[in-house]
């Protein structure tokens, strides 16, 4: 096996950018500094003349690991040419500072061998490392375990991934417990889990990525993207065709403040948007539809999903759900076998723990889904849930008590069950013999106007209900 290091130098690109570098310093009258660029070339590629390491199609993470290790202590740039670089074992990026590793897009592709075992790049306390433009096969047919990226030592910190293509990695396609770590326009399909942000992780980004077809071999549930962490932002990613759900945003630590926002989420097993426990989330202007494919459990059939842990030591709670669009589309998407689909917009639910409290759902549109707009099962106190489309919080109407009655049944229609305080009662006509009348008897579906005595002749009111606040179920 040979593990060729060439002396020609870096490619010609680079030594352009030098030279452009060199005349700008002459007319600054100030040294400028350089970057340190090493070249690997595949064993495939046809621009091996021109590279630092010349890598022979065997372990070829040897020579990529050679040129991290030389750069200095600031860094610089690893570039890798087009072709198929065979990985043994991981690319350990170590505790490296502003590394970055560039390929030449989709065509530069990293491939675990048969029985590696291992993640394609790790990191430990890194700080300010690039990862773009190339691909990973996790070779998952010939592998018993690995990650795509694994950076899971909670004092790392800025990691950026970008223009990535990661697939068929028996694990997740990337693993998190650093922080602030952006992961843009990304494509992750056909590995044993998603996108996985552990508790300790903050400030964590997936943007405008495509993330499908996860954990879907046997025996396998994951989501599209996991995150028990804090402060992170999924925004504008298409999430679809996972065995679990589309985003799920759990808490075992009181962690939260996360936002989802502009997600298109669908065809997922469970929920598409699951808070798992989280607090002050704000869930924006999601598509979420389609979903509940791989479950019969109707509590979590929800384009939306606002509960507790299934442990009970965390509950959602100062959550806002705005201008979301969640239904169902057999049409397009028809149930397969066994599936329930997607029966909520919008579920709250305590599971074993405590119930979600003072959270705040209003301008979503849950029309079309199986079952209702929204599901209410044994809700906290504080919750808000008004102007959803497929959701009736507000009726209003008009009832007579006949002369000989002293009281009439008014069915409210609201999907939500009204204290006394949001119904209000207005007569139009003379009480006549009655002198009083109220309201008793409030339930689900209907409530009760009286008055003390049968009035002697009929008497009409006009009447409004509305639920302000979600009552305790």
């Known amino acids: 096996m040979s593990h060729a290091l060439s002396q020609t130098g870096p490619l010609g690109a ?9 005349v700008a310093a002459a007319f600054t009258g ?6 340190e660029t090493l070249v690997v070339a595949s064993s495939t590629t046809s621009r091996s003349a021109s590279a630092d390491y010349v890598c022979d199609g065997s372990a070829d993470d040897v020579e990529i690991q050679s040129a991290v290790n030389a750069l200095p202590a600031a860094g610089g740039t690893v570039y890798l040419t087009d072709g198929i670089f065979n990985l043994s074992a991981n690319i350990d990026l170590g505790n490296k500072t502003g590394v970055k590793l560039l390929g030449a ?3 530069t592709i990293l491939k675990m061998a048969s029985g590696a075992n291992a993640s394609a790049i790790r990191g430990g306390t890194v700080l300010n490392i690039t990862l773009a433009d190339f691909s990973i096969d996790g070779n998952n047919a010939n592998n018993t375990s690995g990650k795509g990226l694994q950076f899971l030592t909670s004092t790392g910190k800025g990691v950026k991934a970008e223009r990535l293509y990661i697939y068929d990695c028996v694990d997740a396609a990337i693993g998190l417990t650093c922080d602030e770590v952006s992961i843009l326009n990304c494509e992750l399909h056909d590995c044993g889990a998603g996108v996985q942000i552990n508790s300790g992780a903050e400030k964590c980004y997936v943007i405008g990525s495509r993330i499908y077809n996860v954990a879907l071999l046997a025996g396998q549930l994951s989501d599209g993207i996991s995150c028990q962490g804090a402060r992170c932002r999924f925004e504008a990613n298409v999430i679809w065709n996972n065995s679990d759900t589309g985003i799920n945003i759990a808490s075992a630590t009181n962690e939260g403040r996360n936002v989802a926002i502009g997600n298109e989420i669908y065809l997922n097993g469970n929920s598409g948007i699951n808070t798992g426990g989280a ?5 924006m202007g999601n598509i979420c539809y389609a979903n509940g494919r ?10 939306i999903y606002v509960r507790d842990r299934t442990d009970g030591t965390q509950t959602s709670e100062d959550c806002v759900i705005v201008g979301n669009r ?14 329930v689909g997607q029966l909520y917009g919008l579920a709250l639910h305590k599971n074993t723990g405590s119930a979600p409290l003072n959270n705040i759902a209003m301008g979503n549109d849950f029309r079309g889904n199986l079952t209702s707009g929204i599901f209410r099962e044994n809700v906290g106190t504080g919750n808000v849930l008004q102007e959803n489309l497929g959701d009736t919080t507000y009726a209003n109407g008009t009832a007579t008590i006949t002369s000989a009655a002293t009281s009439v049944v008014v069915t409210h229609g609201l999907t939500s069950t009204p204290t006394v305080a949001g119904i209000s009662v207005t007569p139009t006509s003379n009480l006549t013999s009655a002198t009083k009348f109220w309201v008793s008897n409030v339930t689900a579906t209907q409530f009760t106007i009286n008055v003390n005595v049968a009035p002697g002749a009929s008497v009409s009111f006009s009447w409004q209900a509305q639920v302000y606040t979600e009552p305790t179920i």
């Not at 680079?14 to 060199?22: E, G, K, N, S």
């Open 294 to 303: 791989k479950t019969a459990t109707p509590r979590s059939n929800a384009g």
């Open 279 to 283: 607090d002050h989330d704000v869930i």
């Open 105 to 107: 897009g989709p065509g």
């Open 30 to 35: 100030r040294a400028i500094a350089v970057e």
């Open 14 to 22: 680079c030594a352009r950018l030098f030279a452009i570098v060199v």
């Open 326 to 339: 969640c239904y169902e589309d057999t049409t397009d998407f028809p149930l397969p076998t066994g599936a």
